[in-house]
T-cell receptor, first 116, second 116 residues
């Protein structure tokens, strides 16, 4: 199993450009999350999904959109990138609550995004 | 709201010294999970331990040990006989219910440098 993978690993954008980050998991997990990590800070939740076709806002959702068209994929979009979105983005997945091991989040390797 | 505080921003020790990383948390939930993650210079998040709120037994795994004290809302992490490979940023995290899912609330992280 590859676990949680993220594409791309690195990206540089100019202000105003758009892009999509892809997260894929092969563990058949229901729940998926997008976090961002800024220097000197822990991870903060951007958006999450509790199943195919459903998404919800997290702690810092502004400037991002997400989609969960397939259970295994969770896309994070930046419609008009801003320098404040320069960060490292992590995707994670978990089993649904109530299942054994549901409290453990499996993280992807991260995507380092720079917006100039 | 849940909160995790890692008061030590940076710690630097000489190899073979013991080092303790502090973590204090705030939550109103009676059931919750606490985590420690390691983030080496390569950037990925490495899961170290998960502890649920009903299990206050200390845990030891090789050179790593964890001290969970509910009375003081602390979940401290000790590395015995530190090695250069232990150099990393360490994050403490707390689970927070989020609709049908759970998000992780992270502390700010402690940057640990082990000098040869």
């Amino acid at each position: 199993n590859a676990g949680v993978t993220q594409t791309p690993k690195f990206r540089v954008l100019k202000t105003g450009q758009s892009m999509t980050l892809l997260c894929a998991q092969d563990m058949n997990h229901e729940y998926m999350y997008w976090y961002r990590q800024d220097p000197g800070m822990g991870l903060r939740l951007i958006h999450y999904s509790v199943g195919e076709g459903t998404t919800a806002k997290g702690e810092v959702p502004d400037g991002y959109n997400v989609s969960r068209l397939k259970k295994q994929n969770f896309l994070l979009g930046l419609e008009s990138a801003a320098p404040s979105q320069t960060s490292v983005y992590f995707c994670a997945s978990t089993k649904p609550l109530g299942q054994v091991g549901s409290n453990e989040q499996f993280f992807g390797p991260g995507t380092r995004l720079t917006v100039l | 709201a849940q909160k995790v505080t890692q008061a030590q921003t940076e710690i630097s020790v000489v190899e073979k010294e013991d080092v303790t990383l502090d973590c204090v948390y705030e939550t109103r939930d009676t059931t919750y999970y606490l985590f420690w993650y390691k983030q080496p210079p390569s950037g990925e998040l490495v899961f170290l331990i998960r502890r649920n709120s009903f299990d206050e037994q200390n845990e030891i795994s090789g050179r790593y040990s964890w001290n969970f004290q509910k009375s003081t809302s602390s979940f401290n992490f000790t590395i015995t006989a530190s090695q250069v490979v232990d150099s990393a940023v360490y994050f403490c995290a707390l689970s927070e219910p989020l609709g049908g899912a759970q998000k992780l609330v992270f502390g700010q992280g402690t940057r640990l440098t082990i000098n040869p």
